[in-house]
């Protein structure tokens, strides 16, 4: 039986480990480092080049070099959080296939699974050379709030690169597993997982060999690269003030100035101050202007603590809603780069009265539990993992806000199932836009998944006829849908469409529509879900 190694594919740097004689050790890159820069260069000679060599040409071709492709896989090219995203990346993001976020490269579109699945091919290579032997099989750790299509492009990602993905899971729960596995613990314990785009927390029941997830939440607006854009604004406000510098037009000098901010985030986690110098900068009347700063320890506190402050709260709301007390958390486990700073270590210290856990490395963590589950899936019950759904799962109600179907924090697997009478006469087709996101937001918010169409309908008058849709999440997270009807026909098994919507906000009335649609005349949505989507 060949191995199955796991792997951590970071919004950063990517993290890839496998076991051996039981302990889990991570692979090493070619160049003998744990970890590989998440980031991709289509360079203008047509190489692809991958890691390190494709973060070094950061500077020279912003344009081409795609970092934090994690953040945009899977998401709707209109989405909000794509919006949001355009403005962090120097690279063109575009809508591609099925409305999703794509990127645009010298004139080419490349789709996120495409990107990352450059990265996955160059681990496969390092791994290969590195273990000696062929390797098919992988584990692939994604973040617990991934929708389904987002998991499912992770695996299509993986094949591209010529793997088997045996598993999907969730990265806390890999975390608890590099913890605990095989430790014999009965505790409960608090993932905190800041990393470069994202801050997840997960609270784990551990006993034995079972992993639990209690509950999970997060935001996904707040990551390292919010701790660096405050230090880029400081910079380019230093820069106003002392140089009378602007550097909106000049992408390849903010480039530099995000560079050296991150730097001089990383040297402030071990310093107390940091030289922030940025030689021949920009030019000015003809002169080139050398930039030379100082930041210390404390002003980078001021910039940056209502972040760590937001972690905090977002934890007190998951502990709130599982009715779960600080005191009963017995170890908070550091996830992800941003973790190291010292601001967030005395944040969890003060705030749960215990540090952070030491020894748990925070850039590696995820691929030693990835790789272990890899490990004990050729083992019968090894390992128990009961995850749940982090972001609920839901339609459109006929005020565009999202209606839950399935709530956060169900175990997964798990399945909802729900009756639709038809809303006409010799109504045959009904649709639905499916969602996954906070309950009672506007679904513009919220992660459209795709439009359920069914078109099986026998002609009949109004309200006679009942669709049943039965929906499965299974235990990685994956959506399966069926739909069947009280009158005819065998249940069907329903692949989500995608639909082009209108996005802005103007648009709320087309947007709740098509609902269920009549042969004719179009009656839109309204009306619909108010009385038809009950749980059985
Ligand atoms: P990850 O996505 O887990 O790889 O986390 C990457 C994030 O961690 C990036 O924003 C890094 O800048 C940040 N990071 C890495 N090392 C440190 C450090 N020593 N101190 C503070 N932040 C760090």
């Given at each position: 039986m060949s191995r199955i190694i796991g792997i951590?594919?970071?919004?950063?740097n990517t993290c890839t480990a496998f076991v051996s004689n039981k302990i889990p050790r991570v692979i090493p890159?070619?160049?003998?480092?744990n970890t590989m820069p998440s980031v991709v260069t289509f360079h203008p000679d047509g190489t692809v080049l991958v890691g390190q060599a494709a973060k070094e040409q950061m500077l020279t071709y912003p344009e081409r070099t795609l970092h934090g492709i994690k953040r945009l896989l899977g998401r709707q090219g209109s989405s909000r959080t794509v919006q949001e995203l355009r403005g962090y990346f120097s690279y063109k993001i575009v809508t591609g296939e099925k409305g999703l976020a794509a990127v645009e490269v010298g004139g080419k579109i490349h789709t996120c699974d495409e990107i990352q699945s450059h990265i996955l091919k160059q681990i496969r290579r390092y791994a290969e050379i590195n273990l000696g032997e062929d390797i098919p099989d992988v584990v692939i750790a994604v973040p617990a709030y991934y929708s389904d299509q987002q998991r499912a492009l992770v695996k299509r990602a993986g094949s591209l690169a010529?793997?088997?993905?045996?598993r999907i899971v969730n990265e806390p729960t890999a975390a608890a597993l590099a913890y605990g596995f095989n430790r014999g613990f009965d505790q409960k314990i608090l993932i905190y997982d800041l990393g470069g785009g994202t801050f997840d927390v997960s609270i784990l029941e551990i006993t034995g060999n079972v992993f639990q997830v209690v509950a999970s939440g997060g935001d996904m607006f707040l990551g390292g690269s919010d701790f660096d854009a405050r230090i880029q604004d400081w910079i380019l406000d230093m820069l106003r003030k002392q140089?009378?510098?602007?550097?909106?037009?000049?992408p390849a000098a903010l480039q530099r100035v995000r560079s050296a901010a991150e730097r001089a985030k990383i040297e402030l986690s071990l310093l107390a101050n940091t030289e922030i110098r940025l030689p021949a900068l920009v030019e000015r009347r003809g002169k080139s202007i050398d930039v030379n700063m100082v930041l210390d320890r404390d002003t980078l506190n001021s910039l940056t603590e209502d972040l760590v402050g937001r972690t905090i709260s977002v934890i007190d709301r998951l502990l709130e809603d599982c009715h779960i007390?600080?005191?009963?958390?017995e170890e908070v486990i550091p996830v992800g780069g941003q973790t190291r700073m010292p601001l967030v270590v005395d944040a969890i210290t003060s705030h749960f009265n215990r540090s952070p856990r030491k020894g748990i490395h925070p850039d590696e963590c995820v691929a030693l539990g990835a790789a272990l589950l890899g490990d004990s899936l050729a083992k019968i019950d090894a390992v128990t993992l009961l995850d749940t759904l982090s972001v609920p799962l839901g339609v459109s109600d006929r005020n565009g806000k999202l209606k839950v179907l399935i709530d956060r924090n169900v175990r997964l697997p798990h399945k909802a199932s729900m009756d639709i009478a038809t809303q006409t006469d010799n109504q045959t087709v009904l649709e639905l836009d499916v969602y996954q996101g906070e309950s009672e937001i506007p679904v513009q918010s919220a992660e459209y998944l795709g439009t359920l169409i069914y078109a099986d309908i026998p002609p009949a008058?109004?309200?006679?006829v009942k669709v049943n849709i039965e929906m499965l999440l299974d235990a990685e997270g994956m959506l399966s849908i069926t739909a069947s009807n009280n009158q005819s026909g065998a249940p069907k098994k329903i692949t989500l469409t995608t639909v082009e919507r209108p996005t802005n906000d103007d648009s709320l009335e087309e947007r709740r529509g098509p609902g269920v649609v009549p042969p004719e005349p179009s009656s839109g949505l309204k009306g619909l879900v108010r009385s038809l989507w009950s749980k059985k």
């Amino acid at each position: 039986m060949s191995r199955i190694i796991g792997i951590d594919l970071g919004t950063t740097n990517t993290c890839t480990a496998f076991v051996s004689n039981k302990i889990p050790r991570v692979i090493p890159t070619e160049s003998g480092f744990n970890t590989m820069p998440s980031v991709v260069t289509f360079h203008p000679d047509g190489t692809v080049l991958v890691g390190q060599a494709a973060k070094e040409q950061m500077l020279t071709y912003p344009e081409r070099t795609l970092h934090g492709i994690k953040r945009l896989l899977g998401r709707q090219g209109s989405s909000r959080t794509v919006q949001e995203l355009r403005g962090y990346f120097s690279y063109k993001i575009v809508t591609g296939e099925k409305g999703l976020a794509a990127v645009e490269v010298g004139g080419k579109i490349h789709t996120c699974d495409e990107i990352q699945s450059h990265i996955l091919k160059q681990i496969r290579r390092y791994a290969e050379i590195n273990l000696g032997e062929d390797i098919p099989d992988v584990v692939i750790a994604v973040p617990a709030y991934y929708s389904d299509q987002q998991r499912a492009l992770v695996k299509r990602a993986g094949s591209l690169a010529g793997w088997n993905v045996k598993r999907i899971v969730n990265e806390p729960t890999a975390a608890a597993l590099a913890y605990g596995f095989n430790r014999g613990f009965d505790q409960k314990i608090l993932i905190y997982d800041l990393g470069g785009g994202t801050f997840d927390v997960s609270i784990l029941e551990i006993t034995g060999n079972v992993f639990q997830v209690v509950a999970s939440g997060g935001d996904m607006f707040l990551g390292g690269s919010d701790f660096d854009a405050r230090i880029q604004d400081w910079i380019l406000d230093m820069l106003r003030k002392q140089y009378k510098v602007e550097l909106d037009d000049d992408p390849a000098a903010l480039q530099r100035v995000r560079s050296a901010a991150e730097r001089a985030k990383i040297e402030l986690s071990l310093l107390a101050n940091t030289e922030i110098r940025l030689p021949a900068l920009v030019e000015r009347r003809g002169k080139s202007i050398d930039v030379n700063m100082v930041l210390d320890r404390d002003t980078l506190n001021s910039l940056t603590e209502d972040l760590v402050g937001r972690t905090i709260s977002v934890i007190d709301r998951l502990l709130e809603d599982c009715h779960i007390g600080k005191h009963e958390i017995e170890e908070v486990i550091p996830v992800g780069g941003q973790t190291r700073m010292p601001l967030v270590v005395d944040a969890i210290t003060s705030h749960f009265n215990r540090s952070p856990r030491k020894g748990i490395h925070p850039d590696e963590c995820v691929a030693l539990g990835a790789a272990l589950l890899g490990d004990s899936l050729a083992k019968i019950d090894a390992v128990t993992l009961l995850d749940t759904l982090s972001v609920p799962l839901g339609v459109s109600d006929r005020n565009g806000k999202l209606k839950v179907l399935i709530d956060r924090n169900v175990r997964l697997p798990h399945k909802a199932s729900m009756d639709i009478a038809t809303q006409t006469d010799n109504q045959t087709v009904l649709e639905l836009d499916v969602y996954q996101g906070e309950s009672e937001i506007p679904v513009q918010s919220a992660e459209y998944l795709g439009t359920l169409i069914y078109a099986d309908i026998p002609p009949a008058p109004a309200t006679t006829v009942k669709v049943n849709i039965e929906m499965l999440l299974d235990a990685e997270g994956m959506l399966s849908i069926t739909a069947s009807n009280n009158q005819s026909g065998a249940p069907k098994k329903i692949t989500l469409t995608t639909v082009e919507r209108p996005t802005n906000d103007d648009s709320l009335e087309e947007r709740r529509g098509p609902g269920v649609v009549p042969p004719e005349p179009s009656s839109g949505l309204k009306g619909l879900v108010r009385s038809l989507w009950s749980k059985k």
